[in-house]
């Protein structure tokens, strides 16, 4: 694994889209791309964080909780989705699921 990728992604929601920002070369994309207008102390919180992990200076999963905060601030973060019961179930002897 790239020693930039997130552990987890940070899914956000782009009006009928979501998109996945994946490590700091996303979580940068993503934060250029925000409205100046916009942003604020949350925001400028984040870009530090991503520009800390980025110099080494913080650990990235401290990058990674400052941007999914951002996005939660302005109500943009979706948080995964459950799987379905047949992507997760046991498998029973005969190639199906447990019931």
Do not use: N
Not at 25 to 31: Q, V
Not at 77 to 97: D, F, H, N, V
Request: hydrophobic fraction near 40%; glycine fraction near 10%; charge should be negative.
């Amino acid at each position: 694994m790239d020693d930039r990728t997130f552990d987890r992604p940070v899914l956000v929601k782009d009006g009928q889209f979501i998109h996945e920002v994946g490590s700091l070369e996303d979580a940068f994309d993503f934060l250029d791309e925000w409205p100046r207008e916009r942003r604020g102390p949350i925001f400028e919180t984040a870009f530090r964080a991503c520009q800390r992990a980025y110099d080494g200076q913080i650990p990235l999963s401290v990058a990674r909780d400052a941007v999914a905060g951002f996005a939660r601030s302005v109500k943009i973060l979706q948080e995964p989705l459950a799987p379905l019961p047949w992507m997760s179930g046991t498998k029973s002897g005969r190639g199906g699921i447990a019931a």
